[in-house]
């Protein structure tokens, strides 16, 4: 039988700790947020393993701890912060940032995926979950202090680059190929400052594919 105790202390010493996670709130969360609770039954014993975790539906994961504590410590949230989680799947992500942020807006698209988050979040007064389409964001909740994008997107909609408020950050992973770039997208007088935080492989949240340039006689 897993110990899923211990498994947690592991990931946090073995993951979290060695890779520059130096904001306390974010460990925290982390030790305390059963990760297995937020897989399929049958993948609970790999929900601590340093890889992304396949959730019920095909072609959505659960990713893997190191990226999103690393993304997480990017978005630099403050106690006050509205918060959106793209792709919020069962719900671990929002669970996480619920406990460092004001307010969490969990987004999904999947009847799914969005039930199961509703049944595991329902206990958190600051979490609503809304299902809708990924790539336009929910602007009627809106502003958002930060967005966090939980998987890899071909490239950001200006969407929900709009949806953020004047400093707020996004932090997303970005690239058509399985190595990617974490990047911090901040949000200052109507403009976008982009920022390359660091490479990243995790698995691509389905929907975010790079537009072509359209072709020019």
Known sequence: MTDYAAARA?????????????????????ESIARESFVPDQRKPVAYVDEDVPLAESGRY????????RM???????PADNVLVVGAGSGYGAAILAALGS???????????AGQARTKLEHLANVKVVEAG???G???EGPFDVIVVEGRVGEVPHALLAQLADGGRLVAVVGETEMAKARV???????????DAFDASIAALPGFVKKKPAFVF
């Open 62 to 69: 659960l990713i893997e701890a190191m990226a999103f504590a």
């Open 10 to 30: 592991n990931m946090i010493e073995s993951q979290v700790r060695p890779n520059g996670i130096t904001d306390r709130r974010i460990i925290a969360a982390m």
């Open 185 to 195: 997208y901040t949000s200052a007088g109507g403009a976008i400052a982009i920022r």
């Open 72 to 78: 997480l410590q990017q978005a630099a949230v403050k």
């Open 103 to 113: 307010r969490v807006v969990a987004l999904e698209s999947s009847p799914a995926l």
């Open 138 to 140: 929910a602007k009627a």
């Open 134 to 136: 990924l790539e336009g």
